[in-house]
């Protein structure tokens, strides 16, 4: 099937989408647009917004968009393939509907050749997020790649071969070709389909009757097959040819998964513990924009700061994001939905849910059968209705459908235990002896105490004992006591607090039942504004979101613009992948002060050694390791050695500037050393390029050092097509549009159409 690209020539506008409106007020002046395209992050921001802090103060809007195109040949099969458009969208060719379809995260195929007319012809998508429909921020309208499909009338399915490996060793691999057919013609006809694998062929002799879709299983061998793993993420193409008609590439990798409550999870027989984290789709300063270098950037940086699994909270991924991790080699969880039958927010998945839960199971599939790095796909996320023995049974239809699927996967629920128990609280704590008092005027111990116990893990039995897996939010307390109850139950921690991962990671270590850990979040992400921001002092009394300004939620291992955060690499030390310590340092002006995170915050600690102002003041320094001791020296003297704590030790000192250098010993042994210097103040921007389009900013001083402290206005002075170009304040009231920004910390991300370069730009203090 022929398949190009169709994201240029489009225009849009934004009004209502009735067509009474549209006679009464008239249809606003299109703007022309090149897909994907995000309309929500280029307006502008309120603090009176309805849906608030849940995406960060952008505003819903309902969109439109068209495009003319011209038809050649009215005899061929032709279809729109849509990556993605958020949300409820309607697609009318010359004026008719062609197809709805309400998800905002599947991708989805319209065949339009009966709407066709030879010539000039005429796509209309009407795209309605005018309702709260989420819990965080979503974007609006067309915001992945747009795709034209011609073929013959006896043609291969949009996405239609599927590639799974039955058995795979060193020396040989037997693999399962599935391929759909469609013949809309009024004749039989007597075809062959064939499949090449390198030097692997197989043909298989059909007959297709007059209008008939058929589905083809042939079964085809590689000998010494390459396979797919983390550290050797070997790809395959192969080359289907319905002979004379068709021709179709399938790219795909060769692995085999097993699961156990003995040796957990393996993948080519090695067992693997999923060092994991949760990422939403959106990238920051271009929104929901999908830019697949930006996508490529994130996921190489997750692999290299040592993650090896990415969870897709809480929808389904897009075939982009699976493209690159299988490239990467990076496993991922493929999740399905935030609500079934309760909604969460007034207009979110589960006004949908009952009608489209099928359907919406169909094309996430559809997405991932191929892709060697999915190997689970997670039901829900937090649903609280799993412990409602009625409800329930929807997880069960899910998970057997998803099985009937494709059985090659694992099927999980990320399970929220509090949350699922939440409406039977007090009868609860009475069956357990519990202090329901307490618990209620935020005792979190009391509540933990409760959570563990036999009398809330009951209700849940049901609810877990139709997964390969079950997914536990926020409860490692759970663990070693439901090894012990249910000792077939094989747990992932699919969602965890940032801080609580030196607890988790033993856990996982010392349990071969419990698989891995996915902490919140491993990118910041806009939207959920502030969840995790800090507050100092002794009080919790806090809101958990922030107001506005806010519109990050500012948390993350890596931040808004893809900056590793400290917390990043007292990570890569708890799981034992970094040696050498790593120094950070504390804000002088809270001195003294105790640190009030929320759960999902970690210290307010950064890279530097430049605190203009605070000299000959106390201030703190952090030091991750996992050795036996460190020592902190400042300008070569020694000021102090300590023991670290859950890989962490906390020296206090007096500013000045100059050089800490960190130096951690096992056994009297140096394993490391990590060294920090004061950046001088005259200082420059530093432009480099970091993929198609994609500039990241830095102030550095002569010798190339990053100053933190010494930010400074960038301007775009070129004519260039600005997609995103903002920093990672949380709190920054600038357009990811603006020609001028701040940097924040010293750094700032341009995003420009891809294919074009920025030279020119002015700087200033």
């Given at each position: 099937m022929k398949r190009e690209l169709f994201n240029d020539g489009w225009v849009f506008y934004a009004s209502g989408g009735t067509s009474l409106e549209n006679t009464v007020s008239g249809t606003p002046e299109p703007k022309s647009v090149k897909l994907p395209h995000d309309a929500m992050i280029a307006q502008k921001r309120d603090p009176h917004n309805p849906t608030g802090n849940a995406t960060g103060y952008y505003p819903y809007r309902t969109v439109?968009?068209?495009?003319?195109?011209?038809?050649?040949?009215?005899?061929?099969?032709?279809?729109?393939?849509?990556?993605?458009?958020?949300?409820?969208?309607?697609?009318?060719?010359?004026?008719?509907?062609?197809?709805?379809?309400?998800?905002?995260?599947?991708?989805?195929?319209?065949?339009?050749?009966?709407?066709?007319?030879?010539?000039?012809?005429?796509?209309?998508?009407?795209?309605?997020?005018?309702?709260?429909?989420?819990?965080?921020?979503?974007?609006?309208?067309?915001?992945?790649?747009?795709?034209?499909?011609?073929?013959?009338?006896?043609?291969?399915a949009p996405n239609g071969v599927r590639i799974s490996t039955i058995q795979a060793d060193s020396n040989i691999a037997v693999l399962r070709v599935e391929t759909t057919l469609f013949n809309r013609e009024n004749k039989v006809s007597d075809l062959v389909l064939r499949h090449e694998i390198e030097d692997s062929e197989v043909s298989v002799p059909v007959t297709l009757l007059p209008g008939e879709e058929k589905t083809v299983t042939a079964r085809i061998e590689l000998e010494r097959p390459r396979l797919w793993s983390l550290d050797t993420p070997e790809l395959y193409v192969c080359k289907t040819d319905l002979v004379g008609l068709d021709h179709e590439i399938t790219r795909f990798g060769v692995c085999t998964l097993s699961l156990d409550s003995k040796h957990g999870l393996r993948i080519n027989g090695e067992t693997v513990k999923l060092r994991g984290g949760c990422v939403h789709h959106d990238h920051g300063v271009v929104g929901a924009v999908e830019h697949r270098s930006l996508e490529e950037r994130r996921i190489r940086k997750l692999k290299e700061a040592g993650y090896n699994a990415v969870r897709c909270a809480h929808c389904p991924a897009s075939k982009t994001l699976l493209e690159i991790c299988d490239e990467v080699g990076m496993l991922v969880m493929n999740e399905l939905c935030d609500a079934w039958t309760q909604p969460k927010v007034d207009f979110d998945y589960s006004a949908w849910f009952t009608s489209h839960w099928e359907a919406d199971c169909e094309a996430m599939v559809q997405t991932s059968f191929n892709h060697p790095s999915v190997i689970f796909y997670s039901i829900g996320n937090e649903i609280c209705e799993v412990s409602n023995k009625f409800e329930t049974q929807y997880g069960r239809r899910i998970a057997d459908k998803l099985r009937s699927l494709d059985p090659s996967r694992y099927v999980t629920n990320c399970v929220n235990i509090a949350l699922s128990v939440i409406d039977r609280l007090p009868e609860l704590a009475v069956r357990a002896g519990a202090d329901i008092n307490t618990i209620m005027n935020g005792n979190m111990t009391e509540l933990i105490r409760l959570m563990a116990t036999k009398e809330v893990g009951s209700p849940l039995e049901e609810a877990f004992s139709y997964l390969d897996a079950a997914g536990y939010n926020y409860a490692p307390y759970r663990y070693s006591t439901d090894i012990e109850s249910y000792p077939g139950r094989i747990i992932i921690g699919s969602e965890s607090y940032p801080a609580a991962l030196y607890d988790n990671w033993a856990l996982c270590e010392k349990l071969p039942q419990v698989i891995g850990d996915f902490g919140w979040s491993v990118w910041d992400y806009i939207g959920e504004a502030g969840v995790g921001q800090h507050h100092y002092g002794e009080t919790s009394d806090f809101d958990l979101y922030g107001a506005y300004p806010w519109k990050t939620a500012n948390c993350g291992d890596f931040d808004l613009i893809g900056d590793r955060r400290p917390i990043s690499y007292w990570r890569e030390i708890v799981w034992g992948l970094r040696m050498a310590p790593y120094i950070c340092v504390q804000d002088p002006m809270h001195f003294g002060e105790k640190q009030s995170p929320t759960r999902w915050g970690w210290s307010d600690a950064i890279r530097s050694w430049n605190w203009r102002g605070f000299e000959g003041k106390p201030i703190a320094v952090e030091v991750y390791s996992n050795a036996d001791e460190v020592e902190l020296f400042y300008n070569g003297r020694s000021v102090d050695i300590k023991t670290p704590t859950k890989c962490k030790a906390v020296f206090e000192t007096v500013y000045a500037p100059g050089t800490l250098t960190a130096v951690s010993r096992r056994n009297h042994v140096e394993t490391g050393k990590d060294a920090l210097m004061t950046a001088s103040y005259d200082v420059h921007i530093k432009w480099e390029r970091k993929g198609r389009g994609i500039i990241e900013i830095s102030v550095v001083d002569e010798s190339g050092l990053l100053n933190p402290d010494a930010d400074m206005d960038v301007h775009i002075e070129n004519d260039v097509e600005i997609l995103g170009f903002g920093s990672a304040d949380p709190k920054s009231e600038e357009n990811y549009f603006d020609r001028t920004i701040k940097t924040y910390k010293g750094r700032a991300l341009l995003v420009m159409r891809e294919g074009e370069e920025s030279n020119g730009y002015n700087e200033g203090k």
């Amino acid at each position: 099937m022929k398949r190009e690209l169709f994201n240029d020539g489009w225009v849009f506008y934004a009004s209502g989408g009735t067509s009474l409106e549209n006679t009464v007020s008239g249809t606003p002046e299109p703007k022309s647009v090149k897909l994907p395209h995000d309309a929500m992050i280029a307006q502008k921001r309120d603090p009176h917004n309805p849906t608030g802090n849940a995406t960060g103060y952008y505003p819903y809007r309902t969109v439109h968009y068209m495009k003319d195109f011209e038809v050649k040949d009215a005899s061929e099969e032709i279809f729109l393939e849509f990556d993605g458009v958020y949300m409820n969208t309607a697609v009318y060719i010359n004026g008719t509907l062609a197809a709805q379809h309400i998800n905002g995260y599947t991708s989805f195929t319209v065949h339009i050749t009966p709407y066709l007319r030879q010539g000039k012809n005429t796509v209309k998508v009407l795209v309605r997020n005018g309702v709260p429909s989420s819990r965080w921020y979503t974007g609006t309208g067309i915001y992945r790649d747009v795709y034209l499909l011609s073929s013959g009338q006896i043609h291969i399915a949009p996405n239609g071969v599927r590639i799974s490996t039955i058995q795979a060793d060193s020396n040989i691999a037997v693999l399962r070709v599935e391929t759909t057919l469609f013949n809309r013609e009024n004749k039989v006809s007597d075809l062959v389909l064939r499949h090449e694998i390198e030097d692997s062929e197989v043909s298989v002799p059909v007959t297709l009757l007059p209008g008939e879709e058929k589905t083809v299983t042939a079964r085809i061998e590689l000998e010494r097959p390459r396979l797919w793993s983390l550290d050797t993420p070997e790809l395959y193409v192969c080359k289907t040819d319905l002979v004379g008609l068709d021709h179709e590439i399938t790219r795909f990798g060769v692995c085999t998964l097993s699961l156990d409550s003995k040796h957990g999870l393996r993948i080519n027989g090695e067992t693997v513990k999923l060092r994991g984290g949760c990422v939403h789709h959106d990238h920051g300063v271009v929104g929901a924009v999908e830019h697949r270098s930006l996508e490529e950037r994130r996921i190489r940086k997750l692999k290299e700061a040592g993650y090896n699994a990415v969870r897709c909270a809480h929808c389904p991924a897009s075939k982009t994001l699976l493209e690159i991790c299988d490239e990467v080699g990076m496993l991922v969880m493929n999740e399905l939905c935030d609500a079934w039958t309760q909604p969460k927010v007034d207009f979110d998945y589960s006004a949908w849910f009952t009608s489209h839960w099928e359907a919406d199971c169909e094309a996430m599939v559809q997405t991932s059968f191929n892709h060697p790095s999915v190997i689970f796909y997670s039901i829900g996320n937090e649903i609280c209705e799993v412990s409602n023995k009625f409800e329930t049974q929807y997880g069960r239809r899910i998970a057997d459908k998803l099985r009937s699927l494709d059985p090659s996967r694992y099927v999980t629920n990320c399970v929220n235990i509090a949350l699922s128990v939440i409406d039977r609280l007090p009868e609860l704590a009475v069956r357990a002896g519990a202090d329901i008092n307490t618990i209620m005027n935020g005792n979190m111990t009391e509540l933990i105490r409760l959570m563990a116990t036999k009398e809330v893990g009951s209700p849940l039995e049901e609810a877990f004992s139709y997964l390969d897996a079950a997914g536990y939010n926020y409860a490692p307390y759970r663990y070693s006591t439901d090894i012990e109850s249910y000792p077939g139950r094989i747990i992932i921690g699919s969602e965890s607090y940032p801080a609580a991962l030196y607890d988790n990671w033993a856990l996982c270590e010392k349990l071969p039942q419990v698989i891995g850990d996915f902490g919140w979040s491993v990118w910041d992400y806009i939207g959920e504004a502030g969840v995790g921001q800090h507050h100092y002092g002794e009080t919790s009394d806090f809101d958990l979101y922030g107001a506005y300004p806010w519109k990050t939620a500012n948390c993350g291992d890596f931040d808004l613009i893809g900056d590793r955060r400290p917390i990043s690499y007292w990570r890569e030390i708890v799981w034992g992948l970094r040696m050498a310590p790593y120094i950070c340092v504390q804000d002088p002006m809270h001195f003294g002060e105790k640190q009030s995170p929320t759960r999902w915050g970690w210290s307010d600690a950064i890279r530097s050694w430049n605190w203009r102002g605070f000299e000959g003041k106390p201030i703190a320094v952090e030091v991750y390791s996992n050795a036996d001791e460190v020592e902190l020296f400042y300008n070569g003297r020694s000021v102090d050695i300590k023991t670290p704590t859950k890989c962490k030790a906390v020296f206090e000192t007096v500013y000045a500037p100059g050089t800490l250098t960190a130096v951690s010993r096992r056994n009297h042994v140096e394993t490391g050393k990590d060294a920090l210097m004061t950046a001088s103040y005259d200082v420059h921007i530093k432009w480099e390029r970091k993929g198609r389009g994609i500039i990241e900013i830095s102030v550095v001083d002569e010798s190339g050092l990053l100053n933190p402290d010494a930010d400074m206005d960038v301007h775009i002075e070129n004519d260039v097509e600005i997609l995103g170009f903002g920093s990672a304040d949380p709190k920054s009231e600038e357009n990811y549009f603006d020609r001028t920004i701040k940097t924040y910390k010293g750094r700032a991300l341009l995003v420009m159409r891809e294919g074009e370069e920025s030279n020119g730009y002015n700087e200033g203090k």
